[in-house]
Structure formats: structure tokens, C-alpha cells
């Protein structure tokens, strides 16, 4: 004991750790996300937190004593996969009684004590705002009762908090929390709380930091995250601001909403060369009128214009969207509105999804759901083949052209390619020859699929 605490105290000291966990409470902790990837994002938060009280992360879960799952909550089969998950957990725990299990982020918030209701063998249910309280519910676990971490709070940035991150080239920063938007189909601001902004300054420096631990790419993350405001700076500033790190190879965002997309965050993205040309700028929908239900604050013209206004800008733009179809009362010809929207601004992907009822949410109080199920599948298969066919024109566009590629790692399928992503964020596949990961390399595209360009490098 006496050794044990001479070796580690100078440890700690010298980290600035306030509160280790004494050995006994010392634990083994796997952490499973779901969802985003401001979830990824607060996966190492948490797991800075953990450490730097004194626990230790494992990477196997076979390994550990306590299992926190960090949960999404955007759309019902979310929700799903995380209580069919803690079933499977809940057999091991039978086994196992001194494991822990806990449930964090999104769904956490949103269900709080009805997930103990469902789930009653859960330990810990922790929201996006408390996971600076792990440390201390984890030693508060009993036997009986499971520990609730609720409370949304909306001066929580963690701003303090180092998160620990996997190595690689590319890191994910959050320079924003929650969102204050309330389009009447997400819960997201009831479960991520009001919308708060970490200094410039701070996230100036994490960007340093992280150049020196050797990643090449940042990814600037929030829910809006161009409504981005530090006093007087705008997000065009914090672009400007972090594109001048020195050695930082790329710097990317998301997503930013429709109608935050001013002059300074356009300007940064057109005259800074390592602000990617790459916009994910969620849609929702091309009906004027489902907007207005949805509340996003713009209008199917108004959008049409921006992305004109972006295209000339910025002439090597590559734009990703969001659609949601189904949404309350959506009629036939609002949703050809949305179909021929697509056609027309061809995007270079899309995520798409059917709406999903969210409970607490506005549309859910306003709104019934009233588009038949197999009626949502329907629109959603017409518009996912619709994106398919434009993916694969435009990709197929790109044959004969040469691209800068960020390597990235191994391809899954070939030991003998790589892969990496274009400045626009098109996975490239190619023959490794003398590159390395980390590289950045021009890569010559011999074909392309709907979702992979397929290239050689260029000297
Ligand atoms: N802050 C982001 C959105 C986060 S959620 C933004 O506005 O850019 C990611 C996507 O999930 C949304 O853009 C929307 O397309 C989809 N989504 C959100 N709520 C949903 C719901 N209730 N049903 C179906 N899809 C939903
Ligand atoms: Fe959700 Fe709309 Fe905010 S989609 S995250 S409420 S911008």
C-alpha cells in the first residue's frame, strides 16, 4: 500500500489530478456509442473524466467491471438497439452481479426513470450534462437503487476536461453544446440542453495540442455548429483562426444549419486552402410548407439560393444533406417537392430517414404522425435510389482526375490499399506503393461506385 501510493502520487500530482480513486475503487470501464458523432466525441470526454479520477479505460468488454453504453435518442430504432443491447448485457450481469451497467448521453436524458422501469438492473443513467459526476456515481452504486445524472445544465462545456483519444490522423473537436434551434421533429435540445459556445482561444490551443500529437485533420463539431459565437468572433473567425495552425493539414465541420450559413463562415471555406470544400448542410425537406411545420426557419427558395450562392463561391464544393420524409401531414406533392429538390441540387450524398415520432418533442404535442408506415418506406426507397443514381453520375465524373488523399489506414477488404478521403470527404481506395498513414498523397481515379472512388498515386 505505502509503495503503491509513493509511485503513484507524483503521477497524479504531476497530471494536476484532484481525486484519485483509491485502488480498491480503481475500475475497469468499456464504453460503447451509439449514434453521433458528437457522441464519439463525448466518449473521450468521459473517458478523460474516468481516467484522471483514476480508472482505467479497457478496449475489450470481456475485460471490464463497469459498461457504460453512450446512447442516441434522434430516432425510435435508436432507442431500440440500446434496451436489446442491455438485455444481452443483463445475462452477463446475471453471472456476474458486481458488474455495472451504465447508460449515458441522449437516451439516458430523454427516458430517465423509465429506462430503470424497463431495464431495472441499469446502475447508472447519466444525461450530456453530468458526466462530470461519473467518478462519484460509480462510487455511489448500490445494490439497490440505480443512480440518475439528469440535470441539463447549460454552463456545462467541459472546457476543463482532456479527452483521451483513440491515435489516428483525424481528431473531433466540440466547440459547441446543445442546440437551440427546436425544429419541431428533434428532441435533441431537450436532451442536449441549451446551445453554449467554448472559447476561441481554448480551441485554438486544443487544435495545437492536437497537431502535436500528431493528427492531421480536425473535425469542428456541434449541433449548429456555425451559429458558433465567442464574444465578438463568428465562426468564420474560428475557421480563419484554426486554418493558421501551423501543420494542421485539414480542418472540416459539422453540421452547420441552413440558416446560419453567413458571408464569413462562406468566406473562410473559399479563401482558406485547408478549410475543406465540403458542406453537409441537412435539407429536411424541399416543401416550403413541411418546413414551416418542421420549423427550421428557411424556406425551400431561400435554400435554393445559398447553395447557388455557395456554388460560386466555392466552384469545387462537394454537398451532403439530411432528409427526413414522412414528417406529419406530409402530403404526396410535398414530398415530390423534396424528390425533385434532389434532382435538381444533385448532391454528392444523403443521409435519409423516415420521421420518426420523437416523445416530448414539439411536432409530437402539435402534430399527429399520420403518414402511413409503408407509406414513409415507400418515399424513402424512392429517394434513396434516386441518390444512389446521382452518387454514382457524379463519381463517375471524377475518373481521370487527380486528387489530394489523406491516408487513412488499411483498407478492410485488401492489405495492399489503402484508403483515405478527398478533400470533399470521398472515401479513395488505392495501391499503398511507397505512402505511408498520415500521407498526403494525389491519387489518379481509374472508376468509382456510388459510394468509393478507385485510384492509383500519381508522382
Ligand atoms: N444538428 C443537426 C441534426 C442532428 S440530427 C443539424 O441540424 O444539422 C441528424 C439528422 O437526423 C437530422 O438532420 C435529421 O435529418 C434527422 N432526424 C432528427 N430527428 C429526426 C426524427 N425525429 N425522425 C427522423 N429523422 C430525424
Ligand atoms: Fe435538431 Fe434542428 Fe437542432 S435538427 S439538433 S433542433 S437544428
Redesign the pocket.
Known amino acids: 500500500m505505502e509503495k503503491n501510493s509513493i509511485t503513484r502520487l507524483p503521477i497524479y500530482q504531476k497530471a494536476g489530478l484532484k481525486r484519485p480513486a483509491s485502488p480498491a475503487q480503481a475500475r475497469q470501464i468499456y464504453i460503447e456509442t451509439y449514434g453521433?458523432q458528437m457522441n464519439v466525441s463525448d466518449s473521450e470526454l468521459m473517458a478523460g473524466i474516468l481516467t484522471q479520477n483514476g480508472h482505467q479505460m479497457v478496449s475489450h468488454l470481456d475485460d471490464a467491471d463497469v459498461v457504460l453504453l453512450n446512447t442516441c435518442a434522434?430516432?425510435e430504432n435508436a432507442e431500440t438497439k440500446v434496451l436489446n443491447r442491455l438485455k444481452q448485457l443483463n445475462h452477463r450481469k446475471r453471472r456476474e452481479p458486481e458488474l455495472i451497467i451504465g447508460v449515458c448521453g441522449c437516451m439516458a436524458q430523454h427516458l430517465r426513470n423509465q429506462l430503470v422501469e424497463a431495464a431495472p438492473y441499469v446502475d447508472l443513467v447519466m444525461g450530456p450534462d453530468a458526466y462530470r459526476n461519473l467518478p462519484m456515481a460509480l462510487n455511489a452504486v448500490t445494490n439497490r437503487d440505480a443512480f440518475l445524472g439528469v440535470r441539463l445544465d447549460k454552463n456545462e462545456d467541459y472546457a476543463d476536461i482532456a479527452p483521451i483519444r483513440k491515435e489516428g490522423i483525424r481528431a473531433w473537436l466540440t466547440i459547441q453544446r446543445g442546440?437551440d434551434?427546436m425544429?419541431t421533429?428533434?428532441?435533441?435540445p431537450f436532451v442536449r440542453g441549451r446551445e453554449r459556445s467554448l472559447p476561441l482561444k481554448l480551441l485554438v490551443e486544443d487544435v495545437e495540442k492536437l497537431v502535436d500529437q500528431g493528427f492531421k485533420e480536425v473535425v469542428l463539431l456541434g449541433?449548429?455548429v456555425n451559429s458558433y459565437h465567442d464574444d465578438d468572433y463568428d465562426f468564420g473567425e474560428l475557421l480563419y483562426a484554426v486554418s493558421d495552425v501551423n501543420g494542421l493539414e485539414r480542418v472540416r465541420f459539422t453540421?452547420?444549419?441552413p440558416a446560419d450559413a453567413t458571408d464569413s463562415m462562406i468566406d473562410a471555406m473559399a479563401n482558406s486552402p485547408n478549410v475543406c470544400n465540403h458542406l453537409h448542410l441537412?435539407l429536411?425537406s424541399g416543401s416550403t410548407s413541411v418546413l414551416e411545420r418542421m420549423r427550421r426557419t428557411y424556406t425551400a427558395e431561400a435554400y435554393r439560393s445559398l447553395v447557388a450562392k455557395l456554388r460560386e463561391r466555392i466552384p469545387e464544393l462537394v454537398l451532403t444533406t439530411?432528409?427526413?420524409v414522412g414528417f406529419c401531414g406530409e402530403t404526396e406533392a410535398e414530398f415530390m417537392q423534396t424528390y425533385e429538390m434532389m434532382a435538381e441540387i444533385r448532391y454528392d450524398s444523403a443521409?435519409m430517414?423516415?420521421?420518426?415520432?420523437?416523445e416530448g418533442?414539439l411536432a409530437h404535442k402539435a402534430f399527429p404522425d399520420d403518414v402511413p408506415e409503408p407509406e414513409k418506406g415507400r418515399r424513402l426507397t424512392e429517394i434513396i435510389a434516386l441518390q444512389e443514381r446521382i452518387s454514382a453520375e457524379i463519381n463517375t465524373t471524377t475518373v481521370g482526375q487527380t486528387f489530394t488523399v489523406l491516408v487513412e489506414g488499411e483498407s478492410r477488404r485488401d492489405a495492399n490499399r489503402y484508403h483515405g478521403k478527398t478533400d470533399g470527404f470521398k472515401t479513395t481506395v488505392f495501391p499503398k506503393a511507397d505512402s505511408t498513414v498520415g500521407d498526403m498523397v494525389d491519387v489518379c481515379i481509374a472508376s468509382a461506385t456510388a459510394h468509393t472512388l478507385i485510384g492509383q498515386i500519381v508522382s
Request: glycine share 0%; charged share 20%; net charge positive.
Open positions: 453521433c434522434i430516432r442546440c434551434k425544429c421533429f428533434c428532441i435533441v449541433q449548429t453540421s452547420p444549419h441537412p429536411q439530411d432528409i427526413i443521409f430517414f423516415k420521421y420518426s415520432e420523437r418533442t
